[in-house]
């Protein structure tokens, strides 16, 4: 019998998931990489797999993707 | 295949990579003396504030927080944020550009705060037979509905019957109740890693519980987290 897909979303099966702490490692690489046009899942399998399972390093992975876009290019001027 | 919590984004795979100029003039000036510092050192605390400000507005709805309660999480986070940077330089290989480098530190310390927060304002359980509503949440149409209450039910017993006591407490108050993981950690003393290899485990168990209750899978869960 198939599961329905809310027991899909309560138990994501990824065979390879790097964790938390490894994922926030290349965090800001992984970002990079996603804005500079390539996709990052094929270099991490592990942190977009960790990504999608894991809600709080997902909200982490958009916060920093919006951070490197909207403030990336700021240089170290005296404020 | 059998399933493993395995780390695969080791950090030594990604070696240095060429600086790019404006990441060279932070370096610099972080690693500098004098003047030159402490104006590079206050530039990044103003950016850092910056960050944290727009993260925390972002963030804030899923926590109802509001104007002086953000702005000390982003005030915190922003001074906490700074000083893990200044401590962990040395580390950064140039794999990025190093305003990305750096943001990731806001943003760690926004989820910690803001994790410290959760429980002022929210008063959601971690143990709580939350998992006595599982069935409502396989609303699906009228023929389909005794089938997976069927598996809801399934599930239902494997959270009571396969789960450590500590597993159910963490799967129940992430999975079910949408506790966030750093107010988990906060509340079990622990930390975001530590918690979510639990919720690995547990959700590991439960599908093998259901796998041996006749119930699979409809399809591999995609990579895409954006």
């Known amino acids: ?79 | 295949m059998p399933i493993e919590y395995r780390d695969v984004a080791d950090p030594a795979r990604f070696g240095a990579a060429a600086m790019d100029t404006t990441s060279q003039l932070w370096l610099d000036g972080l690693r500098g003396s004098g003047r030159d510092n402490d104006e590079c050192v206050a530039a990044l605390h103003a950016l850092l504030l910056r960050v944290a400000r727009h993260e925390v507005s972002r963030r804030a709805g899923s926590l109802q927080l509001h104007g002086p309660e953000l702005e000390d999480i982003a005030q915190q986070a922003s001074d906490d944020a700074l000083m893990a940077i200044r401590s962990k330089i040395a580390g950064f290989r140039g794999d990025s550009r190093f305003t990305t480098w750096a943001y990731k530190f806001v943003m760690f310390e926004v989820s910690t705060k803001m994790g410290r927060h959760f429980w002022r304002h929210r008063h959601a359980s971690m143990d709580a037979d939350s998992w006595e509503r599982l069935p409502d949440r396989g609303a699906a149409a009228p023929d389909q509905r005794t089938e997976h209450r069927e598996i809801f039910e399934a599930l239902r017993r494997a959270i009571d019957q396969d789960l450590t006591p500590l597993q159910q407490r963490v799967f129940v108050a992430v999975a079910l109740n949408e506790v966030p993981m750093d107010a988990v950690a906060r509340e079990l003393g622990s930390n975001r890693n530590s918690v979510y290899k639990v919720l690995f485990d547990a959700r590991r168990k439960l599908r093998a519980s259901l796998r041996s209750a006749g119930y699979e899978r409809p399809t591999q869960s995609s990579g895409s987290a954006a």
């Open chain 1, 1 to 79: 019998m198939k599961t329905p897909r809310d027991i899909d979303a309560l138990l994501p099966d990824n065979t390879v998931d790097a964790g938390c702490a490894a994922s926030f490692d290349v965090l800001h690489s992984f970002v990079e990489q996603e804005l500079s046009g390539s996709d990052p899942a094929d270099s991490q399998p592990g942190v977009a797999a960790h990504i999608s399972s894991c809600r709080a390093c997902r909200e982490d992975y958009r916060g920093l993707r919006d951070a490197a876009a909207l403030f990336g290019d700021a240089e170290p001027l005296p404020s």
